[in-house]
């Protein structure tokens, strides 16, 4: 029985986990659409997620395009089917390399610093600082972070797309052969609008979902160094995992109409 009651903790734990982040997304979705509004908050957040994360997420996609060519090359010359390296590259970066791997490091980079830094505002006690003047803690720090995130991933999902296909391409024409202005022809004959669609609302749900649990975790950290460093480490693996189970449901809803 004890064996059984384990397992019932558990699983009660995780509703309640469920429940309190659930409620939280409700709370920040209303804050969002309600003012007042912190246009300097969301403009640095803009910066922040959007601009700084331009150099991680190019080396990503381009590493990854190019070894993506290699690897499709060297499988399909088992079956005389090299020439099909620049569509599976275009497909394969778009539809899912791409937007998860663009998630991956925004939830790296980005959901940890925000969680790391509003952790550290709740032990330094700014966070009641902001209570007493009047100002709600999750309008300020929350609302402007998450509505950034949900908007500018896309964009940086759409710019590491372009570059890992690049990336596929400068390997391709450079060491395996291929004539450049065909391999360009054959990916943009290949990719159809629903892939580019899918890819940019997959960012939307990754940015939010990672700046969210940055912010959840920030702001219910616990106190002292070690409550800012659980805060941290939680926040990165919780968005790492939403981002590829939201990944999976998001392939099945776009790809089996």
Known sequence: MSFVAAIGRTVL?????????SLFAWATLTHILRPPFYPREFGLALLNIGWLSLPVVGLTAIFTGGALALQIYAGGAR??????????V??????????????LMIA???????AAEIATMKVTEQIDALVTLSTHPMKYLTAPRVLAATLVVPLLVGVGDIIGIFGGYAVAT?????????YIQNTVDFLQL????????KGAVFGCLAALMGCYFGMNSGRGAQGVGRATKGSVEAAAVLILAANFVLTGVFFSL
Do not use: C, K
Not at 15 to 21: H, M
Not at 90 to 103: Q, Y
Not at 108 to 114: D, E, G, H, K, L
């Open 108 to 114: 790296a980079r980005v959901t940890s610093s925000i």
């Open 194 to 201: 629903r892939d580019i669609t899918s890819s940019l609302a």
């Open 90 to 103: 275009a497909i394969g970066m778009v539809r899912e390399l791409g937007p998860v791997l663009v998630g």
């Open 13 to 21: 734990g995780f509703l309640a986990a469920i429940g309190r982040v």
């Open 79 to 88: 079956f005389n089917a090299e020439a099909v390296v620049p569509q599976i």
């Open 174 to 182: 450079g060491t395996l052969g291929f004539n450049a202005a065909a």
